[in-house]
C-alpha cells in the first residue's frame, strides 16, 4: 500500500510522486508532468553526482573514522552518548575528535557540552571539536524552521566547509527518525567511508520499534551496525537503594530486539539522574561520577566500540 | 587544532530561520479538500515539543482518553503525524491493524472497536511490516500529511489531536499550511520535561507557534519527579519546575505537571506482545475499552483531569 521512496534527491516543490532528480526516469516519468523542474530533470545535469560531493571528500579524507550516532525515538540519550563518546575520546592526549551536530530543529550538543554560548568552539586542549546550528543562532530562543532542503543545505555546509583539520574520530549527532538529515548524511559521506552506526534506545516497545526502524534504514542505506545501547534500563533509587523499571521493558527490552535483528547489544547504560544534570550543566558524567554504575556501562561500551573499530 | 576559522561568522548572519515568506493569515473562508473534510471537527489540537521523547505521543493519547470520557458521546480523533516513528497505534492498543479504503475515503482504526467514538489515524497502520522504515525527505511527508488531512473519513468530531514529530520543520510547516483554512479551530499543547536540554527546545518549539500564529492552551511539564515504588521517596530523575518556570516567563498558561508514572509508562506499552515482524496480527478487539478502564485507574489519569479541565475552560471560553 505505501511504497518506500528509496534515498534519492528530490527537490523541495518537487510533485509528490517525483522519481529523484537522479532517477534514470527523471523529467520522464507522468508525474514529472507540469513539475518546474521537468527540463532541468530531462537534460540529463541533475544524473551527475551532488557538486558538493568532491569537496566533502577532499575534507574527509584527514578524518580516519566516521561515526553515526542514530535512533528512531528521540529523547533517548543520543546527544548524551555522543558527547560521552566524544569526551572519552579525547581523554587520550594523542586522540582527535570532532562532534558534528545534525540535529538542525532541536541541537542539543552545545549545552551537553557546556558550550552553549560559544559561538565557535575548540576544547582548552583543542582536542574536541564540535559543530552545531546551535552556535549559530542569534538567540537559543529562536526556532529553525526549514524544510528539508535547507537542512541538507546547512550538512553539505558542516561537512565541506568547517576546518575539522586532522580528526580521528567525526562523530555525528542525528536528529531523530529517518528523513532528510540522516538520508544527506549517508550520501555525503558515502565515498568517504562510514565507519559504522551506534544506535540508542530506551526499554520500552514504543522505542524499540522505532529503533527496529532504523537498523532497517542502516541495511537499506549500506551502513554497518556497531550495535545497541540501552538506555534508562532501571532506576536505583537513591533513598532505599532498590533499583526500579522506570521504563519497562515490556517486550523483553534492546536484549531482545538485538536477538531478533541479529544486532550487537553493546550495553545497558541504568538511569542515573545525574547523567540529565550533567547534560543540562555541559559537564562530563563520566569524570563527575566515576562511582556510578552507568560510568562503568558507558565505560564498557566505549571500549567494546573501540574494539569493534579495530582501534584498541 | 584550527576548527571552523573560515567564513562562520558570515553563516551566521546569513541564517534566515523561517522559511514562511508572510505570517499565516487567520480565518481565511476558503473551501479546499482539508477544509472540506474537517467541517465537522470542533476543534483541533497540535500537541507539539521540539525535543523527542518528552512524551509528546503519551500526552496526545491520555489528552485523547480523557476527553473520551470527558462526556459520554464526546466523539475524539487523534492523527499521528510522526511519520518516520510512529508511536500512537502502540499506545493505544490497535498496533498492526490496517486502515481500509471506503469510497468515502480513509476509515480510520477506532480504538474503542464498536462504539466508534476513538478514531486513531497514523502511518504505523500503512506499513506491512512494523520494522519498516519509512525513509522519506520532505516531499513525500508533505503528501502524506496532507492525504491524511484531505482523505480520512473522520466524520464529526469533538476533537482531533493532531501529534507531531520533534522539531520544527516539514512535518509542522506542512501540517500549519494545509490547516491555514481551518486556522480559527487550531490550538497547541507544548510539552516539555524539566531539563534544560528539553526547555531551550521547547522554547524554540513556542517561538515556532507564535511565527505561524498558533494559539497556545498551554505547557504540560511531564515526566517531573519520580516515586520509588518501595520506599516512596521522590527523585527527580529529570529535575523539576522547569516547564512551570518557562510558562511564567513567556506569560503561557500551565496546564500542569506529571510525574513518571511507571504504571501508565507499561500500560501504553505493553499492548499483547506481538512478533515485530508483524507475521501475526493481532484482533485487540474491545481493548479500547479495558485500556480506558484501565488508562483510569491510574494516578497519572487523575492528574491529567486537570490539565483537561484547564483546556476544556480555555476552549469553551473562545
Not at chain 1, 285 to 303: G, H, M, R, V
Request: proline share 6%; hydrophobic share 40%.
Amino acid at each position: 500500500m505505501l511504497a518506500v521512496q528509496q534515498p534519492s534527491s528530490v527537490p523541495a516543490n518537487a510533485p509528490e510522486h517525483c522519481p529523484g532528480t537522479e532517477s534514470e526516469l527523471a523529467g520522464k516519468s507522468a508525474a514529472c508532468e507540469g513539475c518546474p523542474n521537468q527540463d532541468v530533470c530531462a537534460s540529463g545535469v541533475t544524473k551527475g553526482p551532488d557538486p558538493a560531493l568532491p569537496f566533502v571528500r577532499e575534507r574527509m579524507t584527514q578524518v580516519r573514522r566516521k561515526i553515526l550516532v542514530l535512533s528512531g525515538k528521540g529523547g533517548v540519550g543520543k546527544s548524551t552518548f555522543a558527547a560521552q563518546l566524544g569526551w572519552a575520546f579525547a581523554s587520550d592526549p594523542d586522540v582527535q575528535t570532532g562532534i558534528m551536530d545534525v540535529d538542525i530543529c532541536g541541537p542539543s550538543i552545545p549545552t551537553i557540552l557546556g558550550i552553549a554560548s560559544e559561538q565557535v568552539h575548540t576544547s582548552a586542549a583543542g582536542q574536541l571539536g564540535a559543530m552545531s546550528v546551535g552556535f549559530m543562532l542569534p538567540s537559543s530562543k529562536d526556532a529553525v524552521m526549514w524544510r528539508g532542503p535547507k537542512k541538507n543545505g546547512l550538512i553539505t555546509q558542516f561537512l565541506k566547509d568547517v576546518d575539522w583539520g586532522v580528526l580521528d574520530y567525526l562523530i555525528v549527532d542525528t536528529p531523530p527518525g529517518t528523513s532528510d538529515e540522516h538520508l544527506s548524511v549517508v550520501q555525503l559521506l558515502k565515498e568517504s567511508g562510514i565507519d559504522g552506526a551506534v544506535l540508542i534506545t530506551t526499554p520500552q516497545e514504543v522505542a524499540l520499534q522505532d529503533v527496529a526502524r532504523e537498523i532497517d534504514f542502516c541495511r537499506k542505506v549500506g551502513v554497518r551496525v556497531l550495535g545497541l545501547v540501552e538506555n534508562m534500563a532501571g532506576f536505583v533509587c537513591p533513598g532505599c537503594k532498590t533499583e526500579s523499571q522506570i521504563f519497562r521493558p515490556t517486550t523483553g527490552g534492546a536484549a531482545r530486539l538485538a536477538k531478533e535483528t541479529g544486532v550487537e547489544l553493546l550495553g545497558s547504560v541504568p538511569l542515573d539522574p545525574r547523567i540529565g544534570k550533567s547534560a543540562d550543566y555541559g559537564v562530563s558524567f563520566l569524570d563527575e561520577c566515576p562511582d556510578s554504575p552507568a560510568t562503568t556501562a558507558y565505560l564498557n561500551i566505549i571500549q567494546r566500540l573501540k574494539e569493534l573499530l579495530g582501534d584498541n | 587544532m584550527r576548527l571552523f576559522s573560515q567564513g562562520h561568522h558570515d553563516v551566521s548572519s546569513r541564517l534566515v530561520l523561517s522559511s514562511f515568506s508572510a505570517p499565516m493569515a487567520v480565518a481565511v473562508a476558503q473551501d479546499t479538500p482539508v477544509s472540506r473534510r474537517l467541517s465537522h471537527i470542533k476543534h483541533i489540537i497540535i500537541v507539539c515539543s521540539g525535543k523527542g521523547g518528552v512524551g509528546k505521543s503519551s500526552v496526545a493519547t491520555q489528552l485523547s482518553l480523557s476527553l473520551y470520557t470527558s462526556l459520554p458521546n464526546a466523539r475524539v480523533g487523534i492523527l499521528d503525524t510522526d511519520l518516520t516513528g510512529p508511536s500512537i497505534p502502540r499506545m493505544l492498543g490497535v498496533d498492526g491493524h490496517g486502515v481500509h479504503q471506503s469510497s468515502d475515503g480513509w476509515v480510520p482504526v477506532y480504538a474503542d472497536a464498536s462504539d466508534a467514538r476513538l478514531a486513531c489515524m497514523s502511518v504505523g497502520f500503512l506499513l506491512k511490516k512494523k520494522s519498516d522504515s519509512v525513509v522519506w525527505r520532505g516531499p513525500k511527508k508533505n503528501a502524506m500529511i496532507r492525504q491524511f488531512l484531505s482523505d480520512v473519513r473522520w466524520g464529526e468530531l469533538d476533537y482531533l489531536i493532531i501529534d507531531t514529530p520533534p522539531g520544527t520543520s516539514d512535518e509542522h510547516l506542512s501540517l500549519l499550511e494545509h490547516l491555514n483554512s481551518v486556522h480559527d479551530r487550531l490550538y497547541a499543547i507544548i510539552v516539555t520535561t524539566p531539563q534544560a536540554v528539553a526547555l531551550i527546545d521547547a522554547m524554540k518549539c513556542l517561538s515556532f507557534t507564535r511565527a505561524v500564529n498558533l494559539p497556545v492552551i498551554g505547557i504540560v511539564e511531564n515526566m517531573s519527579g519520580y516515586v520509588c515504588p518501595c520506599c516512596g521517596e521522590v527523585s527527580n530523575v529529570f529535575s523539576t519546575g522547569g516547564g512551570e518556570e518557562m510558562a511564567r516567563k513567556e506569560g503561557v498558561p500551565f496546564l500542569g505537571i506529571l510525574p513518571v508514572d511507571t504504571e501508565l509508562v507499561t500500560l501504553l506499552d505493553a499492548a499483547d506482545v506481538t512478533p515485530r515482524d508483524g507475521s501475526e496480527i493481532m484482533d485487540s478487539g474491545s481493548k479500547g475499552f479495558g485500556l480506558v478502564k484501565r488508562y483510569q485507574e491510574t494516578t497519572s489519569a487523575k492528574l491529567f483531569k486537570n490539565v483537561v479541565d484547564k483546556l476544556l475552560r480555555r476552549l469553551s471560553a473562545d
